[in-house]
């Protein structure tokens, strides 16, 4: 089956199953919005949740994730959304983790962390990271990867070494700030394997400098979802 072909059935009937009468508002809702459980929402996630597969996100659980406790864990992560969204410097993407539920994907562009070709943290990035680190700190079953991204000047391992640097900066900062360091369960340097604009030209090469920041709910956070859905 083609890939439009096959959206469109997962599609349907997602839509499908929340019409039926019973079942609960916040349920459609999650399913609509996105929320779905693992068992129905697999193939859509294969498709869009590349972002996480190439990250490797999500807590490794062994089980399916149940409809109810993946809007329980959804509203959560819209909440966090919300108020990453509104940190100067950053951009947030709805993506699914490994376990198709609901995670973020925050953007700081490299501009706005660091000086070009440096892994030092501005003043700027300080103030913005420690608005974010508030975040976390709130919701600390939130499990976050940390993604470090570089232009194509340069080496690759120049450009390795870089990437790598500006990831351990942002993390060793979100420590300072009482983030806990089981909290953060990856911090990669992926050079310029990963462009997300073209580096034939300085808007490009701008866009590809950036650092990741992978929002996911941890075991214990599905665990607790669960059990709020029983």
């Known amino acids: ?8 059935v997962i599609l349907s009937a997602v839509i499908l199953l929340a019409s ?5 508002k916040a349920v459609k809702g999650g399913l609509l919005g996105g929320g779905v459980g693992a068992a129905l929402g697999a193939g859509v996630g294969a ?5 996480a597969k190439s990250a490797a996100i999500g807590a490794g659980i062994g089980t399916a994730v149940g409809a109810t406790t993946g809007v329980i ?9 919300a108020q990453a969204a509104a940190i100067e410097g950053a951009r947030v993407d709805s993506i699914r983790d490994a376990n198709n539920l ?3 994907k925050v953007t700081f562009d490299s501009g706005i962390l660091f000086a070009t070709g440096k892994s030092t943290l501005n003043t700027a990035s300080k103030d913005a990271l420690t608005k974010f680190s508030k975040i976390l700190v709130a919701n600390p079953t939130m499990d976050i990867t940390i993604l470090g991204h570089t232009d194509n000047v340069g080496s690759l391992e120049t450009n390795q070494k870089l990437s790598q640097g ?8 979100l420590k300072s700030q009482n983030v806990g360091e089981a909290q953060i369960k990856d911090i990669l340097g992926k050079d310029f394997s ?8 300085s808007a490009g090469k701008a866009a590809n400098r950036r650092v990741e920041v992978y929002m996911y709910a941890s075991a214990a956070m599905i665990n607790d979802a669960a059990a709020q859905a029983k």
């Open 20 to 24: 039926c009468s019973s079942m609960s």
């Open 102 to 104: 609901k995670a973020l």
């Open 73 to 81: 864990i959804g509203k959560k992560m819209d909440k966090a959304a």
């Open 47 to 51: 498709l869009i949740g590349k972002d």
């Open 1 to 8: 089956m083609k890939k439009n072909g096959f959206v469109a």
């Open 194 to 201: 990963q462009p997300v604009a073209d580096n034939a030209t």
């Open 166 to 173: 500006r990831a351990q900066a942002v993390a060793e900062f």
